[in-house]
């Protein structure tokens, strides 16, 4: 029989909707459910097991970070923590340099900026591994490099979208959340399943398009292209 106390909030995080950033409660139900996206997305990455992954993120981030911490230890491998500013840039350097990860999650404009101003080469530093970019203006900056795999990583609203190793939209888990396209394009999240805190439509600020289409990864639901 499961306590009821995992039904109540098990960590406040944050996120951001059109109307600005908000306080997240979440149940420690909701990080074991969001767990299973984020195993799912591992899969489809083929990491080396027992390698390192650098995981880059704020304190804000834990309701969205701490499931993919998780997924990693489950799935067999090694959570390397930095955080996501200009002046922690450089442990990423070192991360990769001395570890050899096979994969970055959460690299923001703050962490390009780190390590440009600590005179790296980011094109060499990232090559041959899986870059999740946090944020459309890091995604658009590493969009002018080659040499290594950049995905999506991103808050939608209150839900983590992440793309798999295909490279084709966002995956929200869709039997968590409902994702409608509203007017100019912003997309609306509804819960699908008890939550600490319920949405319906909410505004969440992003836009972009959804595709219905089936993932060559084999995850079901639409996929969102931020636009």
Not at 49 to 69: G, H, M, N, Q
Not at 165 to 174: N, W
Request: charged fraction near 25%; aromatic fraction near 8%.
């Amino acid at each position: 029989m499961i306590s009821q106390d995992l039904d109540r909030p098990y960590l406040v995080g944050c996120y951001t909707d059109a109307a600005g950033e908000q306080f997240l409660p979440v149940s420690q139900l909701e990080v074991d459910r969001a767990v299973w996206l984020y195993r799912r997305i591992l899969d489809t990455s083929k990491l080396p097991k027992r390698s390192c992954a650098v995981l880059i993120s704020r304190y804000r981030d834990a309701a969205f970070t701490l499931p993919l911490e998780r997924a990693m230890v489950a799935d067999g491998y090694i959570p390397c923590h930095t955080e996501a500013t200009t002046f922690d840039a450089p442990r990423v350097e070192t991360f990769l340099r001395r570890l050899d990860a096979p994969a970055v999650f959460g690299v923001t404009s703050a962490v390009l900026d780190g390590l440009e101003g600590a005179h790296h080469d980011i094109g060499k530093l990232f090559a041959g591994r899986l870059i999740w970019a946090r944020g459309e203006d890091a995604y658009q900056r590493l969009a002018t490099l080659d040499g290594f795999t950049l995905l999506r990583w991103m808050e939608v609203g209150p839900a983590p979208g992440v793309e798999c190793s295909p490279g084709s939209g966002l995956h929200v888990d869709d039997s968590e959340w409902l994702m409608e396209q509203g007017q100019g394009g912003e997309i609306l999240l509804s819960s699908r399943l008890p939550r600490a805190q319920a949405f319906a439509r909410l505004a969440t600020g992003v836009r972009g398009t959804l595709d219905h289409t089936p993932c060559r990864c084999g995850l079901s639901g639409p996929r969102l292209t931020p636009s």
